[in-house]
């Protein structure tokens, strides 16, 4: 069974600031996936790693295989990045395992 | 880009009632997913669903749960009696496999409320 940590479970950061979310596993995996979880519950996809490192606009995310670790990393953070960002993984084809979620606020 | 849709988006219900929650996934994939969220919780696996079986069911999907496909591409997951715990956020969710690797697309979710 796979253990998923993450952290912080709380962030709070002025608007512009660099964000670093932590992501951690136990049983080796062929996918890592970054989830956004807006107030109102629904889940978007923001990355999906196997290896090395993804951006997209201000988001980045990197995955060390052999250290079992994920970051998300968000440049010049904005009160509307605000929100849960959830990590999860995956063997091929079968169920995510969650982490509990980083619940990110950016004060203005 | 592909999308997952759920619905209702929200349902009350009074406990001991039966509830269906109805996903419509992503065409000719054919791994499927349900998971729950209780709220201030984080998601937890229900059941998986390939090539029209059960695959996997956690803990939680006991005999109250069912998943079916009536009509071979639609998923509903069907809650016989709900009792006031099973009051969460519903995802039903499929990973497609790409060039790039396993991509997770969600549905909006069922926010179900028990009274």
């Known amino acids: 069974k796979n253990e998923v940590e993450q952290s912080p479970q709380n962030l709070t950061a002025q608007e512009g600031e660099f964000i670093t979310i932590n992501c951690s596993y136990s049983v080796g995996i062929s996918a890592l996936h970054w989830l956004q979880q807006h107030p109102g519950g629904g889940i978007v996809s923001l990355f999906m790693l196997s290896s090395g490192k993804k951006k997209h606009g201000r988001l980045i995310a990197t995955i060390n295989i052999q250290e079992k670790h994920s970051s998300l990393h968000i440049t010049a953070s904005h009160p509307r990045d605000s929100a849960v960002y959830i990590c999860?993984?995956?063997?091929?084809?079968?169920?995510?395992?969650f982490g509990t979620g980083t619940r990110l606020t950016i004060i203005p | 880009e592909p999308e997952v849709t759920q619905t209702p988006s929200h349902q009350v219900t009074q406990m001991g009632q039966e509830v269906i929650l109805r996903c419509v996934p992503i065409?000719?994939?054919?791994?499927f997913y349900w998971y729950r969220q209780i709220l201030g919780q984080k998601v937890e696996f229900l059941v998986s669903f390939y090539n029209n079986e059960i695959s996997e069911k956690s803990e939680i999907f006991d005999d109250q749960f069912s998943v079916e496909r009536p009509d071979g591409s639609n998923f509903t997951l069907k809650i016989r009696s709900t009792k006031l715990e099973d009051s969460a956020m519903y995802f039903c969710?499929?990973?497609?496999?790409?060039?790039?690797?396993?991509?997770?697309?969600f549905g909006q979710g069922t926010r179900l409320t028990v009274v």
């Open positions: 999860a993984v995956s063997r091929l084809n079968e169920k995510l395992t």
């Open positions: 065409s000719n994939h054919l791994y």
């Open positions: 969710a499929q990973t497609v496999a790409g060039a790039l690797g396993e991509e997770a697309f």
